[in-house]
């Protein structure tokens, strides 16, 4: 679903203690939408490709993908200051 550009979500999942794609699959709807920021539209669609990943990396079929921290922890952290001020 390249149109919900799911990547802008990194910094509200890291910044929530989200570090996992199967903390994603389990997590209630209301809040991904609440406190995620997610549309409703796509909520079941994030959790439903969650737990396909989860099924991959358990048959040994998934592949890793190196996601570069700092930038996300900065981008987090920007947002903060943003919300206080």
């Known amino acids: 679903m390249p149109a919900a550009n799911f990547m802008r979500f990194h910094a509200d999942f890291i910044g929530h203690g989200i570090f996992y794609v199967d ?3 389990d997590l209630p709807s209301e809040f991904l939408v ?7 539209g796509v909520v079941k669609k994030l959790q439903s490709h969650a737990s396909r990943l989860m099924c991959w ?3 040994g079929k998934g592949r890793a993908e190196i ?3 700092t930038e996300i922890q900065r981008e987090a952290h920007t947002k903060e200051k943003e919300n206080v001020e």
């Open 57 to 59: 990396a358990e048959k």
């Open 23 to 25: 903390s994603v699959a």
């Open 67 to 69: 996601i570069d921290l």
């Open 34 to 40: 609440n406190e995620i920021g997610l549309p409703h």
